[in-house]
C-alpha cells in the first residue's frame, strides 16, 4: 500500500494506490483505501484491511453522533484524535497504520497522520503504507509549502506512481480525492494516465 | 464454563516512533535539557519535526525518549493534572520532585502489570529556590544528579557532562548558563556524529527562578574536517 495526503490553502489532495495482497496474490486490484468518515473528513487506510476498516467504521458512528450533538460539521482534528484513541488502547492488537484528512471550517485544510503505535501528529504533507519507504527521497526533493490544489494533485499523483512501480506490494489505479469547503471530488488515474 | 468481564491486553510491547538520548545538566540559576526532534521508525528518521520536550508547568519541564505514543498519553495525563490543579486555585503547584515520584509510580505500576510505557524520562526543574534534576526509565528506575543523559547519550555524553562538573566543582561552583548552554551543544554534536538515530536539529529548555524557556527548533553545525585528513 502507498497512501498520501497533502494539505493546501483551503483543503486537502489524498491519494492511494488500489492493491490489496494475501501474501503474493493481489485479493483486489481495484481496492478503494480512501475511506469517509465524515462529509469533508477521509481516511487513508494501511495495514491490515480488517483491522483498519473496523477502526474506521467505528470512528464514522462516532463522529456522526458527535456531530448530531455538536450541531456542526465536527472538526478533522476530532476525526483524527478519534482514530489515536483506539490505535493507541489497542496498539498491541492492530496493524494500522492511517492518515487522516479533511477540511473543516476552523482550520481549513488538515492533514494528521497516525501511525502504528498510535502517535497524533499533524504535518503540511504525510505518507505511509510499505510503498511510502521508496519515495521519501522524492518527497524530500520535490515538497514545497504553499503549492497549489492542481499542484498537490500532481505532487501525490508522481509520488504514488513512484511508490507503485517500485512496491510489490503497491499497484493497481491511483485514486486521488480532493477536499474542499465546496465538497469531495474524486478521481481514478489507470493505466496510460499514471504519471 | 463461562469467560469473567476481564479482557486482558496483550503484554510488553515493542516501541514503534521512538527518540533517542535526552541531556539535563544543572547550572548555577538552574537547570538545563535537550533533545534533537526526530521521531525514528526504526532505523528511518521518519518524523523530523516532534518536540520531546515538555514544559509541565512554570517550574518544571520533562523530556522524554523511547515510544512517543507512550510520550504523548504521558503529556496527556499531565497536562490533564496542570490543568485540574489549576481549577483548585489554592496557589499550589506540583513541584518538580512531586511530578519525578508521579511519574516513577506510573511508570514502575506499568512494569509491574508487564505493560509499560516504553520511555525513559528526565525531569528538571527548579522549586523554592532549588534546582532539581531526576530520572525516570520504563522499569520504574529513578534518581537524581547534577547531569543525566538517556539512551545514547548515557555512553557518550554523560563522561562529558561529568567531566565539566567535576572541573567546576573543584572551584566550588556549578557551570554558568552560557558554559551549560555550550556543553549540551557540544554533547548533542558528538550524539549527531556517533548516533545512527539522532538528527541535527534539537530544541533546549532552560527552567529557572524565572521560569521555562523553550528554544528551538536549532541546527547543529557539523565538522567534517577530519574527512580530508584521513
Known amino acids: 500500500t502507498t497512501i498520501m495526503a497533502v494539505e493546501f490553502d483551503g483543503g486537502v489532495v489524498i491519494g492511494a494506490d488500489s492493491r490489496t495482497t494475501t501474501g503474493a496474490y493481489i485479493a483486489n486490484r481495484v481496492t478503494d483505501k480512501l475511506t469517509p468518515v465524515h462529509d469533508r473528513i477521509f481516511c487513508c487506510r494501511s495495514g491490515s484491511a480488517a483491522d483498519t476498516q473496523a477502526v474506521a467504521d467505528a470512528v464514522a458512528y462516532q463522529l456522526a453522533f458527535h456531530s448530531v450533538e455538536l450541531e456542526e460539521p465536527p472538526r478533522v482534528r476530532t476525526a483524527a484524535r478519534l482514530f489515536q484513541q483506539s490505535c493507541y488502547r489497542y496498539r498491541e492488537e492492530l496493524s494500522a497504520g492511517i492518515i487522516v484528512a479533511g477540511w473543516d471550517p476552523r482550520r481549513g485544510g488538515q492533514v494528521y497522520v497516525v501511525p502504528m503505535g498510535g502517535l497524533l501528529l499533524r504535518q503540511p504533507f504525510a505518507v505511509g503504507g510499505s510503498g511510502s519507504s521508496y519515495i521519501y527521497g522524492f518527497l524530500d526533493a520535490t515538497f514545497q509549502p504553499g503549492m497549489s490544489r492542481s499542484q498537490c494533485q500532481e505532487f501525490v499523483a508522481r509520488a504514488l506512481a513512484l511508490a507503485m512501480v517500485r512496491d510489490g506490494s503497491s499497484g493497481g489505479v491511483i485514486r486521488l480525492a480532493a477536499i474542499t469547503e465546496d465538497g469531495v471530488e474524486r478521481t481514478v488515474l489507470a493505466g496510460s494516465d499514471l504519471p | ?50 518536540s520531546r520536550l515538555l514544559k509541565v508547568n512554570d517550574s518544571t519541564v520533562i523530556g522524554a525518549s523511547g515510544d512517543l505514543a507512550d510520550f504523548q498519553h504521558l503529556r ?31 511508570l514502575y505500576n506499568r512494569r509491574s502489570k508487564i505493560n509499560p510505557l516504553w520511555n525513559t524520562v528526565l525531569i528538571a526543574g527548579v522549586y523554592g529556590g532549588e534546582s532539581f534534576l531526576g530520572y525516570v526509565d520504563m522499569l520504574g528506575v529513578a534518581y537524581e544528579a547534577q547531569s543525566l543523559a538517556t539512551g545514547f547519550g548515557a555512553y557518550l555524553a554523560q563522561p562529558l557532562l561529568r567531566a565539566e562538573l567535576e572541573r567546576e566543582q573543584e572551584r566550588d561552583r556549578l557551570p554558568t548558563r552560557e558554559e551549560a548552554r555550550e556543553l549540551l551543544e557540544r554533547c548533542l554534536k558528538v550524539l549527531y556524529y556517533r548516533d545512527a538515530r539522532s538528527f541535527n536539529r534539537y530544541e533546549v529548555a532552560t527552567v529557572t527562578e524565572k521560569g521555562v524557556e523553550l528554544e528551538g527548533p536549532l541546527t547543529l553545525e557539523a565538522n567534517w574536517d577530519i574527512a580530508h585528513v584521513v
Open chain 2, 1 to 50: 464454563g463461562t469467560q469473567s468481564g476481564v479482557t486482558t491486553i496483550s503484554v510488553c510491547r515493542s516501541p514503534m516512533v521512538t527518540g533517542t538520548s535526552v541531556l539535563g545538566l544543572k547550572f548555577s540559576g538552574g537547570v538545563m535539557l535537550a533533545a534533537d526532534t526526530v521521531g525514528s521508525f526504526g532505523s528511518l528518521a521518519r518524523f523530523r519535526g516532534i
Open chain 2, 76 to 106: 496527556q495525563l499531565l497536562e490533564q493534572m496542570v490543568i485540574d490543579e489549576e481549577l483548585l486555585g489554592d496557589g499550589h503547584s506540583y513541584s518538580p520532585r512531586a511530578l519525578h515520584s508521579w511519574l516513577t509510580r506510573v
